[in-house]
């Protein structure tokens, strides 16, 4: 079975390790661990995949910027000829606190304009999407200036732990299907 792992973030050095990238730390997380070629430069993305207990995941980072990866969603699902029913979008969530984690198979995109993009295009909720928690520690009207500032010292500190714990949810995902991985990432 095959998974589409789309790994939400800016390209850009200035991006590389914001908040608003955690979904691209996550997936060179995976792709170092599980040894996967480089990510290769394609249609809307960089790519790569690896294979872990007979499945096969297909980590995409979309080059199109947060606002527009459901550009990357529609042709990587289509060309890869993968349901969205397996597919994973893993994003940043101020909602939750730092480095907590929320796997969910539907829903609003929460104010999320790279979740609001792959809702708009592929023009339905229904799809698996991870939740990564970066808080909402900024001053009114803030936002944009959090989400796009690298972590805190402290949270730099728990990060590693936090983003291996994402990647074992992701393999969940894959091994066990979402309901059943919910159970087991979304503990209290």
């Known amino acids: 079975m095959k998974f589409l792992i789309l790994c939400l973030g800016n390209i850009g050095p200035e991006y590389a390790d914001t908040r608003h990238n955690i979904g691209f730390m996550v ?6 661990k599980f040894e996967a ?3 290769e430069i394609g249609r809307h993305a960089f790519t790569t995949e690896f294979k872990h207990k007979g499945h096969t995941y297909v980590l995409v980072k979309p080059t199109t910027y947060m606002n527009l990866s459901g550009k990357a969603a529609a042709h990587w699902l289509a060309t890869l000829k ?3 029913e397996n597919m994973l979008v893993v994003t940043d969530d101020l909602a939750l606190p730092f480095g907590k984690l929320r796997l969910k198979g539907q829903g609003s995109a929460g104010g999320h304009n790279g979740l609001k993009d792959v809702q708009a295009t592929l023009g339905s909720d229904v799809y698996a999407r991870l939740r990564f928690g970066v808080d909402a520690n900024f001053p009114k009207g803030r936002q944009v200036d959090y989400v796009l500032n690298p972590f805190s010292a402290d949270e730099l500190i728990e990060l590693p732990t936090r983003v291996e714990k994402a990647g074992e949810a992701i393999l969940a995902f894959g091994a ?4 059943r ?3 087991v990432v979304n503990v209290k």
């Open 27 to 32: 997936a060179d997380y995976l792709a170092a």
């Open 37 to 39: 070629p480089r990510f």
């Open 82 to 84: 993968i349901t969205p």
């Open 176 to 179: 066990m299907g979402l309901e």
């Open 181 to 183: 991985a919910m159970n």
